[in-house]
């Protein structure tokens, strides 16, 4: 147990919709990292979140966003979904900025049907 | 815009032999480069890192190896054991951004 949470675990809904991730980090992190894990692709890193700052932004799109909320919980926001976002979704936490260890959640699958 | 590759989606190796899974990166500004591993239905775990200062770090059975010139990472899994079948990702920071590779799906037969 890495001691991230990531709710749902599953995720199934249509195209057009928006639905909401969430992820505890761990008791002390203040870093949450969001990555996107597509059928046959790495991780792609998508946001970066440090004490309710964000701090570093990859390749996520504008139909996306998300936020650090002050009791250091995170949500990301997936808004007029279509087939191609299906993927898993992680949440990772580490103590600081760039830290080289994370530690990340079990995931949250997502299918758009 | 792949800044870090796998090129070897799978791997497969006799327990008690070594195992090298190999990672190449195309940004000359990555100053940390990771391993992590993950098992189905879990989220990747950390296993070893390396500064792009160093050529080699050492952690029991796993040994990571860079080469700076050639841009390319290696890691070095010696004896392999059933345990170690996972998919292995490579990783690479600058500054707070992290890079991915595909991964390696590494299976060890008993």
């Known amino acids: 147990d890495s001691g991230v949470t990531q709710t749902p675990k599953h995720l199934i809904t249509a195209t057009g919709q928006r639905v909401t991730l969430r992820c505890s980090p761990r008791?002390?992190?203040?870093?949450v990292y969001w990555y996107q894990q597509s059928l046959d692709q790495g991780l792609q890193f998508l946001i970066q979140?440090?004490?309710?700052?964000?701090?570093a932004k990859g390749n996520i799109l504008e139909r996306f966003s998300a936020q650090q909320f002050p009791d250091l919980h995170s949500e990301l926001n997936l808004s007029s979904l279509e087939l191609g976002d299906s993927a898993l979704y992680f949440c990772?936490?580490?103590?600081?900025?760039?830290?080289?260890?994370?530690?990340f959640g079990q995931g949250t699958r997502l299918t758009v049907v | 815009d792949q800044q870090v590759k796998q090129n070897s989606p799978s791997l497969s190796v006799q327990e008690g032999r070594i195992s090298i899974l190999n990672c190449d990166y195309t940004?000359?500004?990555?100053?940390?480069f990771l391993w992590y591993k993950k098992y189905p239905a879990e989220g990747p775990t950390f296993l070893i890192s390396?500064?792009?200062?160093?050529d080699k770090n050492e952690d029991g059975r796993f040994t990571v190896f860079l080469n700076k010139s050639a841009k390319h990472l290696s890691l070095h899994i010696v004896p392999s054991q059933p345990g170690d079948s996972a998919v292995y990702f490579c990783?690479?920071?600058?500054?707070?951004?992290?890079?991915f590779g595909t991964g390696t799906s590494l299976t060890v037969i008993p």
């Open positions: 990772a936490s580490s103590v600081g900025l760039g830290d080289t260890e994370a530690f």
């Open positions: 008791s002390g992190d203040l870093s």
């Open positions: 979140y440090y004490n309710g700052e964000e701090r």
């Open positions: 940004n000359s500004m990555f100053d940390y």
């Open positions: 390396i500064s792009s200062i160093k």
């Open positions: 990783a690479a920071r600058t500054g707070n951004q992290f890079y």
